[in-house]
């Protein structure tokens, strides 16, 4: 089979005059760049002759994004080589997904797969592969071909397309007249060999219900589905969560909130014990019903979900021009190292789950982020009730005197994990 990548290399590259494959890239670059991350180390698995990299790295010119990019097939990878030769956060290597993954756990923030996955022995053992290298609450994006993949459907998707740009796509039409005989090679590849592989189910085909149900067993959650490349893919973007009490029929599922809905539903639930149950933050303030401030855009917000519905929340505040919250009262002594530190924020567990010890589900989330990417220190400011006694039993300590904020007393308190994670950088 190896001589068949190695033919289908020397002719990959005329794909990127297909704007439906162009559509491809730029979908799996924006699901990356979703989140507006700043820094972002990146696997592209099966890269093939590295079009998505390029695409990926051409348009983050001003972050610090670095990417690692994988495959089987030398003369794959050769191409890729030459054409990534000019960019400096690139590195490549030859790995086969067949086998274990030769990087540590938690390497990546998010990983990308496009239409490489089908050619693997075993889908869900390089998803499990995929899950421990990936980061907690990291984006895996995946492109796979559903059986009913036709791969005409590509062509006659990019002269739809073409034909929408008016005169604009002459130029692209003359192009494809002009590559037409590479085209009918691709097309004969695929026609006469991927599928036939599909057939003897020796390649994986997967429909979107299968897939979803291979990530879910690799502990992903599947953000969306969508269908691309002219339909013949299924186009998935899940992302990385911690599944407690795996047994129970609805287990616990602990994940970094992705996208409007998770954010919408937490900033609901802060609302109901903020403004409702506590009455500590005044409703009129928030005539949407949602509670959110000028530190949620420096946070990362860990939730826990029982079903569909999210149940627990946590809020991780970055040090940013705003300072920490618990500053707003509470002077920090000059030893915390703020660029290694989180605010432990807006815990809330709904009312009707509150004995199920889902605060411990969410520490553990939280603990698992700020090992991943280097925050060593915790601090908060909670209530002189259960949570600050409980937070001491867990190890938390007192750093100041209790104080009155919003009509309730708080306290401050600190906790340092375990010294190995030390060793990373933020
Ligand atoms: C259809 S190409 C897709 C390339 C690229 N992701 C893109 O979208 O342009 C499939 C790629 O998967 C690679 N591949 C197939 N089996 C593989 C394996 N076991 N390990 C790593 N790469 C593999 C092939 O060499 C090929 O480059």
Known sequence: MKIIWAIYAIIYDALCHLLSYQELLQRARVALQEENDTTSHVLDAGCGTGNFTKEYLDRCKNKNVSVECIDASPSMLRRAINKLRAYTNVHCARVDLNQPLPYPDAQFDNIVCLNALYATEDPIKVLGEFSRVLKFG?????????????????FVEHIKMNLKKGWAGVPIMMKGILYSPIFLL??????????????????????????????????????????????TDVFIVA?????????????????????????????????????????????????EKQESDKYDEFSTHVI????????????????????????ECFVLP??????RTVEHSRGIIKKEHRDRGIYTVLLRGAYLWQREHGFITSIGAPRVDKLSLILLQMGWETIGEPSAYHNVVVVPMAFTLHKEAQNKAP
């Open 138 to 154: 990291g984006k895996l994006v995946l492109a796979n071909p559903t059986k009913e993949a036709r791969v005409r459907d590509v």
């Open 186 to 231: 691709i097309f004969l590849i695929n026609f006469l060999w991927i599928k036939r592989l599909g057939a003897k189910r020796l390649y994986h085909f997967l429909d979107n219900k299968e897939l979803s149900e291979l990530l879910k067993q690799a502990h992903f959650r599947v953000l969306r589905t969508e269908h691309a490349y002219g339909g």
């Open 239 to 287: 992302s990385k969560m911690l599944v407690s009490n795996d047994k129970f029929d609805n287990p616990l599922v602990c994940e970094i909130a992705q996208g409007a809905n998770d954010m919408a539903a937490l900033y609901r639930l802060r609302y109901t014990a903020y403004c409702e149950e506590m009455g500590s933050l005044d409703p009129s303030q928030y005539p």
């Open 304 to 327: 826990v979900r029982c079903g569909d519905e999210i149940i627990g929340i946590l809020r991780l505040i970055r040090d940013s021009t705003h300072g920490f919250l618990m500053e």
């Open 334 to 339: 000059d030893s915390i190292d703020r660029s």
